[in-house]
C-alpha cells in the first residue's frame, strides 16, 4: 500500500493501531471457513465509530476493498480479504454503554463478546438469546452481521429477531441510525433487519441495541435414542403438533454417534439411526408438564430409549454427548468443514437419508448434527484440503447437498451466513430477479463497492 | 536479528522436525475457541498472540510465505506455556507444545539469544550452576534490598534480563541440599523417597523445601535428597533448546535411576510434569533411555498428590491453623499433570483454615518461567488480573503449589499493595503438624 494512504490511516488511528508488517498481515488473512486466505494489505483498529467513519472515508475514495472484521470466527470466508485492502480490525470498540432495564434493551459496542454481554445481563435476571457455538469469542457485531443463531434457535430465533437499532457507518464514511428503542416500529423500510445479516457488505455496525428477555427459570433435558430415522422424525413433527416449542431439540446421525461414542464413550448405541436431545425452558410448573407431554410424544414414536435428567449434574451429561459431536468429528481428518444447509423441519429425515448417500456416492466422511426443530442441520464434512483428488469429491458432495437442501424447500444457511462458502448456489435458491434486486442495493449503498466485495451476492 | 532465514533453510536442517509440525498444524481448525482462554490474547488482542494465529503463523513459515524472522520470534515468545488453549482445544491441538517447536525452529536457524545462551551454557555446567547460585546466595544480603516481613525482595543490581522493579525473594544463603545430610533418616520408615527440590526450591525457597521435608518426617517417611540432581530443563526446553533439555534430563534420569527409593516426589508442578511427561518424549529416537524415563515417570509424583493418593497423610497430628485460604493453580498441575483436587483436600484437612475458592482458581498468574523475565509488563498484567480474583476471596493466604507463581503472585500483591501471604500449600500443613505437636 501507498506510503500517504499509510500515513493517512496513521494519522487516524495512531501507528500502534495499523499493522503491515507481513507476519501481522499474515494473521489477518483468514477466518474458520477453510481454503480461503488470502493477505490484506493493512490491518487497522479504529477505537471508535467516528475513527471508522474517516478510514471508510480515505478507503472510499481511493477505492480500497475493506473488510469488516471480528473475532475471525465465521464460517462463511466472511473476513477474507480476497482483494487485499484493508482489514478493519472491530474489537477495540469494546463496551458494554447501557443496560435498560426499564426497557429491557442493551447497548453495545460491536467488539464486545457475546458471552460478556450474557454475564453482565445475567446479574438481573436476562439474558440475550443469541448462542452460537462460539459465543465465547464471537464478537456482537460478527454475529449481527453473520445473523447467528444457535442451540436455542427454535424457540428463541436468531440475531435478527434481538437488534432493534443499530448505528451503521456508510460505505462513504457518513454515519446513520437504524431503529431504536422502541417495541413497535413501522417507521419506514425495516433498514435494522437489512443491516443485520449483510456480511459486512453494505456498511459497519459500530453500535448496537438489543432485546433482552427474562432468563428461564427452569429447564429441562432429555435424550432419545431412535433405531429408525423416521421414527425420531415423527417425534420432532410429534412435539411441534402437541404444541409444544423446545428451547432445544437436537438431532444426531448415526455417522455422528458413532463418531462421538468413539471418541467420548457416553454410551451411545453404534446401530443407533439418530438420537435426539430435548430441552424446554421457561414457568418450572410449565417445564414440568411440557417435560411430561415430551416424554409421551418420544415413547408414542418408538423412541427406543429415553433419559430425562433429574438435576443439573445429570443434565450436562445427557448434553456431553452433543457437545462431543464437532470436537469429535473435527478431530477425525485435518480439515473441518461446518455447513448450514436448513430444510423444512418436516424434511428433516429425508435430508439426513440423502446426506449419508451422498457420502458413502463420493467417498466422503460426513457427520450430521443439527437443529431438528428448527431444520437447520450442521453436515459436517471432515477431510484433507492438502489432498486434491479427495478435495475434488468433498466439492461434488458439497454441490450435490445445498441443491439437495434447496430442492427440500430448504436454504442454504440457516445461521452462519453465505459468504464466499456458499455462494455458488445462491442464484439457485433466489433466481436471477432477486439476485438482481439484491445488487441493486449493494450498488445504492456502495456504489464503489468498497465493502467485502465479492462476497454474499458475487461481483456487481 | 535482521537477516532472513526462509523456510527452505530451515526444511535443508531439520526435515523430521519440519515434517512433525505440519501435520500437526493442519489439525488446527482456525475456530478461534482458543481465543477465550488464552491470557495473552486478553491482554494484546491481536490474532498473532492467541494460539491460533501462532500455529498460522508457522504454517506460514512452513508454506515459505513469511520468513522465519524477528517477528517470528517475538510472536512465539508471545506463550507463557499455559496450556489453556490445549485444554480448549476441540480438535486437540497441543498448541503450547507447538509453540515450543515454533522456537526450536528460530533457535535452529538463528541461534539462541546471546543472553541465555548464557546462562544455558551456565545451566549445563552442573558444578558451576550449583557455585553461581550458591554464591548469589552468600551474596544475595548484597544485591537485594530486603523488604519487611515477606519472604521477598527487590532486585537492587539488575540481574541478566530481569526487570529492576520486580519483587523476587533472594537467594538462600545455604541452599536447601546443603542444609541436610544427603539421606533424612526415620526409624522404621514406611516408605523411601526420592526428593527432587528443583532450582527454586533449593536455591530460593528453602523454606517450601524444609517443609516438605517436616511433613515427610511427620509421616515416617525417609528422605534422600540425592546430590547430584541439576534442573529439570523445563526453562531451557521453553526457549526452544532441546539439546540443552536433553543433556540435563539425561542426567536427572540417570542420578534418579540409580539411586534406590519407592517413589520419586517433586513440590513443584513443572518439575513433576518434567519428569512424568516430558522426559519420556524427549528421546523419541533412543529406546533404552525412553524406557529408563518411563520407568522413572510412573514412580514420580507431586508432593500433594503424593500425600493424599499414595501416603494417605496422617491426619490424627494435624493441629490448627486460622485462616481463610484461597488456592492458586499453576498451570503445569491444573492441566499438565492434572492435580488439582490433592492440595485442595490437604487444605481442607487442616483443622481452622476456611478454604475460599476463587473465581478462576487455574486461570494462568503470568509467570510462565523466564516469560515473566523477558516481558514484565505483560506477565504484571495478567498477574493483576489474579490478583483481583485473589482480593474478591477475602483470603489472608493464598497457597499454591509452584515456587516461580509463589514468586510472582507475591510480586502482584505488594505490587498492587495488598497484604496476603503466598505460601505452598506444603507450608501450611507443616504449620499444622507443628500446631499439632505443640
Ligand atoms: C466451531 C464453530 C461453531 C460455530 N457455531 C455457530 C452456531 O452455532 N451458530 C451460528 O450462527 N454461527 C456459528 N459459528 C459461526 C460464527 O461463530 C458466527 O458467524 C459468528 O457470528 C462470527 O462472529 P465473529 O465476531 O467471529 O465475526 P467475524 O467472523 O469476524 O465476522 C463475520 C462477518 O461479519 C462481518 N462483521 C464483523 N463485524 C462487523 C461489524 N462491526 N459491522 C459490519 N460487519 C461486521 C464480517 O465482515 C464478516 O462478514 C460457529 C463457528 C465455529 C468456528
Ligand atoms: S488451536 Fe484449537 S482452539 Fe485454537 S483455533 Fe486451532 S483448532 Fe481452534
Ligand atoms: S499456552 Fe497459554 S499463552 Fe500460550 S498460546 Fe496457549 S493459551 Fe496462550
Ligand atoms: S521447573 Fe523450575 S524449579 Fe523446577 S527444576 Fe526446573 S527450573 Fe528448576
Known sequence: MEKKLLDSLTAIVGKENVLTTQEDLYSYSYDATPGHAHMPDVVVMPANAEETGKILALANENRIPVYTRGSGTNLSAGCVPTKGGIVLLMTRLNKIIEIDLENL?????????????????????????????????????????????????????????????LDIVLASGDTMTTGGKNVKDVSGYDMTKLFTGAE?????????????????????????????????????????????????????????????????????????????????????????????????????????????????????????????????????????????ATVPRNQVPAFLRAVSQLAVKHQVTIGTFGHAGDGNMHPTIVCDIRDSKEMERVQKAMDEMFRTAIELGGTLSGEHGIGLGKLPWMQAQHGPVAMNAMKSIKRALDPNLILNPGKLIGEC | MTEKITAQDIRSQDQALLKDIEDALANCMKCGNCMEVCPLYKEIGRENA?????????????????????????????????????????????????????????????????????????????????FSLRMAGLFGPLSFKKLPGKMAAIARFPMPGMDKRRITAPFASTPLRSQHPETIKVDKPRLKVLFFTGCTINYIYTDIGNSVLNVLKANNIEVTLPSLQHCCGTPVYMSGDIDSARVLAKHNIDIFSETPCDYVVAACGSCAEAFKIEYPHLFA???????????????????????????????????????????HDPCHMARGIKVTKQPREILQAIPGVTFAEMKEPARCCGAGGSFSLANYELSRKINDRKVADIASTKADIVATSCGSCRMHITDGLIQNGMTQDSLHVIQLLDQSYQAGAK
Open chain 2, 285 to 327: 529416537d533412543d529406546a533404552l533411555m525412553t524406557e529408563k524415563a518411563k520407568k522413572l515417570a510412573a514412580k514420580t509424583y507431586e508432593i500433594s498428590e503424593f500425600l493424599v493418593d499414595i501416603a494417605k497423610f496422617d491426619r490424627s497430628k494435624l493441629g490448627k491453623v486460622a485462616a481463610t485460604v484461597t488456592m
Open chain 1, 105 to 165: 434493551v442493551a447497548v453495545a459496542e460491536p467488539g464486545v463478546i457475546v458471552a460478556d454481554l450474557n454475564k453482565a445481563v445475567a446479574a438481573h435476571g436476562l439474558i440475550y438469546p443469541p448462542d452460537p457455538g462460539t459465543v465465547n469469542t464471537a464478537t456482537l457485531g460478527g454475529t449481527i452481521a453473520e445473523n447467528a443463531g444457535g442451540l436455542r434457535g427454535l424457540k428463541y430465533g436468531v440475531s435478527k429477531h434481538y437488534v432493534m437499532g
Open chain 1, 200 to 340: 459486512g457488505t453494505l456498511g459497519v455496525i459500530t453500535k448496537a441495541t438489543v432485546k433482552l428477555v427474562p432468563a428461564p427459570e427452569a429447564k429441562k433435558s432429555m435424550m432419545a435414542i431412535f433405531k429408525d430415522l423416521d421414527n425420531a422424525g415423527k417425534a420432532v413433527s410429534g412435539i411441534i403438533a402437541a404444541k409444544i416449542i423446545p428451547a432445544t431439540l437436537e438431532i444426531m446421525d448415526n455417522a455422528t454417534i458413532r463418531t462421538v461414542e468413539d471418541y467420548a464413550h457416553v454410551g451411545l448405541p453404534l446401530d443407533a439411526e439418530a438420537v435426539l436431545l430435548i430441552e424446554v425452558d421457561g414457568n418450572p410448573t410449565v417445564v414440568e408438564k411440557e417435560a411430561a407431554k415430551v416424554m409421551e410424544v418420544l415413547t408414542a414414536n418408538h423412541a427406543d430409549s429415553v433419559q430425562i435428567a433429574k438435576d443439573d449434574n445429570e443434565r450436562d451429561k445427557l448434553w456431553a454427548a452433543r457437545r462431543a459431536a464437532l470436537p469429535a468429528l473435527a478431530k477425525l481428518r485435518p480439515t473441518t468443514y461446518v455447513e448450514d
Open chain 2, 50 to 130: 492467541v494460539a491460533r494465529g501462532k500455529l498460522s503463523l508457522m504454517e506460514g513459515v512452513l508454506k515459505g510465505v513469511i520468513p522465519l524472522s524477528a517477528n517470528f520470534d517475538t510472536a512465539m515468545a508471545k506463550c507463557v506455556s499455559c496450556k489453556a488453549c490445549a485444554a480448549k482445544c476441540p480438535c486437540g491441538v497441543p498448541a503450547d507444545d507447538l509453540i515450543l517447536r515454533g522456537r526450536q525452529a528460530i533457535v535452529k536457524a538463528r541461534g539462541l539469544h546471546p543472553i541465555k545462551q548464557k546462562v544455558f551454557a551456565l545451566l549445563k555446567n552442573r558444578p558451576l550452576f550449583d
